[in-house]
């Protein structure tokens, strides 16, 4: 049983930078997986916002690419998102999720805290 611990929301304004990060409960560094948010605002539905699988590939919305640089420290089992050149249409909450593929497989996600960008 994997948890997710998930830091860094608030309020910045337009323009304004914030750093999510998220922490699994387990190690990380001997499985397959992908670690990453989605976010969701409201009256909206969930999307992707950025991923880093455990090869370093990386999946971003058309949206923060350039401006989310996701990371990861593996030693740590912490993702992080380094959130620069807010918007107010970032307004959401952010949800941290990890996918364990192949033998030992699972989908796990953290509670989600908001992040809101002032105009």
């Known amino acids: 049983q994997v948890q997710l611990v998930e830091s860094g929301g608030g309020l910045a304004q337009s323009g304004g930078s914030l750093r999510l990060s998220c922490a699994a409960s387990?190690?990380?560094?001997?499985?397959?997986?992908?670690m990453g948010w989605y976010r969701q605002a409201p009256g909206k539905q969930r999307e992707l916002v950025a991923t880093?699988?455990?090869?370093?590939?990386?999946n971003y919305a058309d949206s923060v690419k350039g401006r989310f640089p996701i990371s990861r420290d593996n030693a740590k089992n912490t993702v992080y998102l380094q959130m620069s050149s807010l918007i107010p249409e970032d307004t959401a909450v952010y949800y941290c999720r990890m996918r364990v593929l192949g033998f030992q497989s699972g989908d796990y996600w953290g509670e989600g805290p908001l992040v809101t960008v002032s105009s």
């Open positions: 880093m699988s455990s090869s370093r590939d990386t």
């Open positions: 387990r190690s990380i560094i001997n499985s397959i997986n992908v």
